[in-house]
């Protein structure tokens, strides 16, 4: 069992930065790999950025290639999510999820998902 708790969300000006962080419960953190994904209003969650168990390969969404950066320390059970230069197009609420392997892009294959941090850009 892993439980996923988000942090760091707010109130950003256009341009602006935040950072996300992900922290997670349970011994094996570093034999999953991690994904955010992020629901805007009125529209479908997407996969933005995932990153290996290991730290070592990452997936990004063409939308945030680039300006978003995930990385994570595991002694810290922590995954952060990078974001900069961020766009009023980027308000939504972003999600940490994780699964057993190797990155997953598609919802229907996250074993955990945390509860999500919501992150609003003002232009």
């Known amino acids: 069992q892993v439980q996923l708790v988000e942090s760091g969300g707010g109130l950003v000006q256009a341009g602006g930065s935040l950072r996300l962080s992900c922290t997670a419960s349970?011994?094996?953190?570093?034999?999953?790999?991690v994904s955010w994904f992020r629901q805007a209003p009125g529209k479908e969650r997407e996969f933005i950025v995932g990153i290996d168990y290991s730290g070592e390969r990452r997936e990004y969404a063409d939308s945030v290639k680039g300006l978003f950066t995930i990385s994570r320390d595991n002694a810290k059970n922590t995954v952060y999510l990078q974001m900069n230069s961020l766009k009023p197009e980027d308000t939504a609420r972003y999600y940490c999820?994780?699964?057993?392997?190797?990155?997953?892009?598609?919802?229907?294959?996250?074993?955990?998902w945390g509860k999500g941090t919501l992150v609003t850009v003002s232009s």
């Open positions: 999820s994780c699964n057993y392997g190797d990155i997953e892009i598609w919802e229907r294959y996250m074993d955990y």
């Open positions: 349970g011994r094996t953190f570093n034999r999953y790999s």
